[in-house]
């Protein structure tokens, strides 16, 4: 069995946060020892989510597993945090729509529609994925930054040419 971060125990309509190295894959309880989450179709029965076949898939397939099949050996936990931010739908509809989309294929993209935001989806009604902005804010910080030490470089570099060029006009007059 998969340890859990935390000693709560899911309850149908919560969301499971599963930690996979790089990434977290997300999936919906919803009781009696399953979830509902969406995955790559190349998958098989009780096959893990794989992360490059997920940025690589433009379809993902909506699947009703048992828990310890989608959770593996990964640690995961309950992790319902939105809830600060929105009003959770009522249980009852979040399971049915949640087994409404169960075999169903849906488009896939890492940015826009993935596990995290089909899960906060049906949750919230609002489909958010933190993973994703979390990357796209490290990304622009990182991209700001080489940017900021091209623009300093650019300086150092245009002003020590200034001063070689100076130099020369010196040499001229002398």
Known sequence: MAPTLYDKKPEPGDLIEIFRGNYQHWALYVG???VVHLAPPSEGPGTRAN?????LSDKAKVKKE??????GHDQWCVNNQLDEKYQVRPIR???REAQAYVDQEMPYCVFRGNCEHFVT????GKAESRQVRQAVGMAAMVG???????????????????NEEEEEEEEEYK
């Open 144 to 162: 700001f930054g080489i940017l900021a030490v091209a623009g300093i470089a650019a300086i150092f570099a245009g002003g020590s040419k200034k």
């Open 93 to 95: 509809e979040i399971l």
């Open 121 to 124: 989806d049906l949750r919230y």
């Open 51 to 55: 992360s490059m076949m997920s940025v």
């Open 66 to 71: 048992e828990i310890w099949d989608v959770v």
């Open 32 to 34: 009696d020892g399953f």
